[in-house]
């Protein structure tokens, strides 16, 4: 298991899968108040999020329309 609490399942990158796995991981890392975990499975997360965006939308939505998406919303 690694540096995780509990048992989390794998994904598979560019699936959502993947995300989920990057999620419980965060999660765990919150539960845990791992400050440099959190931000290694943050990064993951995006990561596994921008893998997705590849894989799903095939070039005509990038992860850069993501981040723009982001900034829009922004309160």
Same mark, same amino acid.
């Given at each position: $298991?690694?540096?995780? %609490?509990? +048992? #989390? !399942?794998?994904?598979?990158?560019? /699936?959502?899968?993947?995300?989920? +796995? /990057?999620? *419980? /991981?965060?999660?765990? @890392?919150? +539960? &845990?108040? @791992?400050? #440099?975990? =959190? %931000?290694? +499975?943050?990064?993951?997360? =995006?990561? @596994?999020?921008? @893998?997705? =965006?590849? &894989? /799903?939308?095939?070039?005509? #939505?990038?992860? *850069?329309? =993501?981040?723009? $998406? !982001? &900034? $829009? !919303?922004?309160?």
């Amino acid at each position: $298991m690694g540096y995780h %609490l509990r +048992e #989390i !399942t794998k994904g598979r990158l560019g /699936e959502f899968s993947k995300i989920r +796995e /990057e999620f *419980e /991981e965060l999660s765990d @890392a919150m +539960e &845990q108040d @791992a400050k #440099i975990l =959190v %931000l290694c +499975e943050l990064a993951d997360l =995006v990561g @596994a999020i921008a @893998a997705f =965006v590849k &894989q /799903e939308f095939k070039g005509s #939505i990038g992860f *850069e329309d =993501v981040i723009l $998406m !982001t &900034q $829009m !919303t922004r309160d």
